[in-house]
């Protein structure tokens, strides 16, 4: 979890030496053997989502002396950022607006007061997204301030979030949120959420509010405290869920490592779909309405080296992929600790500046960092995404068969396929082979545009083939393919309007969606997303589709496609993700509660009744978690519990192996769970082979 460092108010510029564009780090360890190759499956026909305008944002502090410079508006401006946080994070919560100065003595640089960062914001064409003073501010003074914002100055700032990481505030035991409110717990929060979002929304009814949540598999998500209903989430999204507009959550992965950070990166879909599940859960009517930002992202370990890059380069598109829609990077600036130089696993020196951008100052041992407004390696790989995708292009499915090689791949407006390539091993190049489905490359050399390790800018070439490429060690590719002639795509019929659905029951679900239009629609295609394996459920030739004999408690993607008169299909529509119910009717009910967590573990309760007519003796639960991140520990109680994988097996004791008839009782149990990332309940329960009615309360 980040910790806000104390600002450098002095910044000295000092010469430092400057790797040459395309060079290797001294020091990269040379490879023993070549490794296998690696197979990377693009499928054009699994839809995404559409790259918001949004997409690309970084955080701006009001520490940082350079913030309003003409050098920042050209960095940022040829970075690509298109959303501006301000004033910098835990600043947030003793930020007025008013006076620019921050409550408890908060340094505070000259020049970024709120109109000189909304001339910079303006200057290079993104939108603003301000944090609102909860720590010690009030609803009448957020309200002033989108008064001055949208109505007095006609800035049209859209996104306001109240409060920074106010879990932070002392109620969970850690304490560096300020938070001069007397009751500091989840419900205290969303009762104050209400209160400025009905202030604020009362001044300028279009604007979207965000209120803090906890990241699953991170502390202090799961946590309830004596005296509260819930965690933190499901509090905060119950009373304050029919009011808002969009979750906030921060993403820096627990490590030890650099290969660690670059890995976790991989749990983070599944952490988004489970703040996805309790926001449609528990806010209500509104929830699906609700989106998701996360609004401060950092590797938090060597930041400033490749190790920062590679992980930028992944984390972007990897929550993009999964419907946030905004990724602000921690942050611009942030200057140089005392204690925070270390050797990156590719042989360079890291600094410990946290921001993208050296603030080219030096510590007390006299270690410099590189002049002011350097870039780090994450300035550069911010500035790789908008060569993969703008904002309006759709990204696709890409997947790779070795966890060292992550891939994305995002359909260009002009008819371009784009795939980025991001090789995590320090110490060995690989070989590799691209195949592609629902779209064919032409034979033409693609155009490559490569940031490798110690890289000073981003390079060009035209090298390999569509099929082929070599990636170096420790590598961002990005790959510009052209269509063949023959390329099986509907480019007069646009995508589908985005899907909804409803009448979800164990077994069925229907999606309608708006017409594709810009020619004529012969018939819809409803393809499942199976990894990159399309399944093909049905087709219509209405706007309608209903999906059946599918399999209870299990989440489904689908994607709709037009087809025109050739049998080509249309770009794919917005993906729509559900999750099929258990029978509503059956011969037992199953209830799951996890009724108290820490972020790496949980306790969970369940109860078992028999329904049905007969009595059973000897029975067995059998589920699966959906997760890979959570599992049973030894802790076990009531039941016996064994475990394979994500599947788990219950039998009972000699004392509770009875079930009545007719709910005559009920038999108890529970475990604790390990976890290393999200934890969302099993989707289905199973006894004696017969799927139950499942309740849950996680």
């Not at 914002?149 to 006609?154: E, I, P, Q, R, W």
């Not at 920062?308 to 602000?328: N, Q």
């Not at 099929?467 to 589908?496: C, D, E, F, H, R």
Request: proline share 6%; aromatic share 10%; hydrophobic share 35%.
């Amino acid at each position: 979890m980040h910790r806000l460092r104390a600002a450098v108010a002095a910044v000295v510029a000092l010469g430092g030496a400057v790797l040459i564009s395309g060079s290797t780090a001294a020091g990269a360890a040379s490879p023993a053997a070549s490794p296998a190759p690696v197979h990377v499956t693009v499928n054009a026909r699994e839809g995404l989502g559409t790259v918001p305008a949004t997409a690309y944002g970084a955080n701006q502090a009001v520490w940082d002396t350079n913030m309003n410079t003409q050098a920042s508006v050209d960095l940022l401006g040829r970075a690509g950022v298109r959303m501006m946080r301000y004033p910098g994070g835990s600043y947030g919560d003793g930020y007025h607006w008013q006076t620019n100065t921050v409550s408890g003595g908060g340094y505070v640089a000259p020049g970024t007061d709120f109109d000189s960062f909304m001339r910079t914001t303006q200057t290079i064409a993104a939108q603003a997204i301000l944090i609102a003073n909860y720590g010690s501010g009030t609803p009448q003074e957020a309200a002033d301030w989108v008064r001055y914002a949208n109505v007095t100055k006609g800035y049209g700032v859209t996104y306001w979030e109240i409060g920074n990481e106010l879990y932070g505030n002392g109620y969970y035991g850690a304490n560096w949120e300020l938070d001069y409110h007397d009751a500091k717990g989840p419900a205290a929060y969303a009762n104050l959420v209400v209160q400025y979002a009905k202030a604020m929304k009362a001044v300028d009814p279009t604007i979207k509010v965000g209120a803090v949540l906890t990241d699953p598999g991170n502390w202090p998500d799961g946590v309830v405290t004596a005296g509260d209903t819930g965690d933190w989430n499901r509090t905060v999204l119950s009373i304050a869920g029919p009011f808002i507009d969009f979750g906030i959550m921060h993403y820096y992965p627990n490590h030890t490592t650099a290969a660690d950070v670059l890995q976790q990166v991989k749990l983070l879909p599944a952490e988004l779909a489970q703040v996805r599940q309790k926001i449609n859960q528990y806010a209500g009517p509104n929830g699906p309405n609700i989106g998701i930002a996360i609004t401060e992202t950092a590797s938090n370990y060597q930041s400033d080296t490749q190790v920062g890059g590679l992980f930028t380069a992944d984390v972007y598109f990897t929550a993009l992929e999964s419907g946030v829609f905004t990724v602000d990077y921690w942050d611009t600036r942030n200057g140089m600790p005392d204690d925070g130089v270390s050797t990156a696993p590719d042989g360079t020196t890291s600094y410990g500046d946290g921001g993208m951008i050296s603030s080219g100052n030096c510590n007390s041992d006299h270690v410099c960092e590189p002049p002011l407004n350097t870039p780090f390696a994450p300035y550069y790989a911010l500035q790789m995404l908008s060569k993969v995708a703008l904002p309006g292009d759709t990204l696709v499915k890409a997947a790779s068969d070795n966890q060292l090689v992550s891939a994305h791949a995002a359909r260009n407006a002009n008819g371009q396929l784009s795939v980025e390539l991001v090789n995590l091993d320090p110490a060995n190049a690989y070989t590799v082979n691209l195949g592609y489905d629902g779209w064919t490359p032409s034979g033409a050399t693609p155009t490559v545009y490569t940031l490798g390790s110690g890289y000073t800018s981003i390079t060009a070439s035209t090298q390999g083939t569509a099929g082929t490429q070599v990636i170096p060690p420790y590598t961002i590719m990005t790959l510009k393919l052209t269509p063949s002639a023959t390329n099986p795509v509907a480019t007069a019929l646009t995508a589908p309007g985005t899907p909804a659905v409803g009448a979800v029951t164990a077994n069925t679900a229907t999606i309608s969606w708006p017409p594709s239009t810009g020619a004529a629609v012969t018939r819809y295609a409803v393809y499942q997303q199976n990894g990159t394996n399309s399944v093909l459920l049905g087709e219509s030739t209405s706007t309608s589709f209903t999906a059946r004999n599918l399999l209870p408690g299990t989440a489904y993607t689908l994607n709709v496609l037009a087809t025109d008169q050739r049998g080509y299909l249309s770009m794919p529509s917005q993906p729509v993700t559900f999750i099929t119910g258990t029978p509503r009717e059956s011969t037992c009910v199953v209830t799951y509660d996890v009724a108290t967590g820490w972020g790496s573990g949980f306790v969970a309760n369940i109860s078992v009744t028999n329904t049905g007519p007969t009595p059973i003796t000897g029975w067995t639960l059998a589920f699966s978690f959906r997760a890979a991140t959570e599992s049973v520990s030894g802790s076990t109680w009531n039941a016996v519990f064994a475990a394979s994988g994500q599947n788990v097996i219950v039998t009972p004791m000699s004392w509770n192996a009875t079930l009545a008839a007719g709910a005559g009782n009920t038999v108890s149990f529970g475990f604790t769970g390990n976890q290393t990332g999200a934890n969302p309940p099993p989707a289905a329960f199973t006894l004696n082979g017969t799927v139950c009615t499942s309740t849950y309360s996680p």
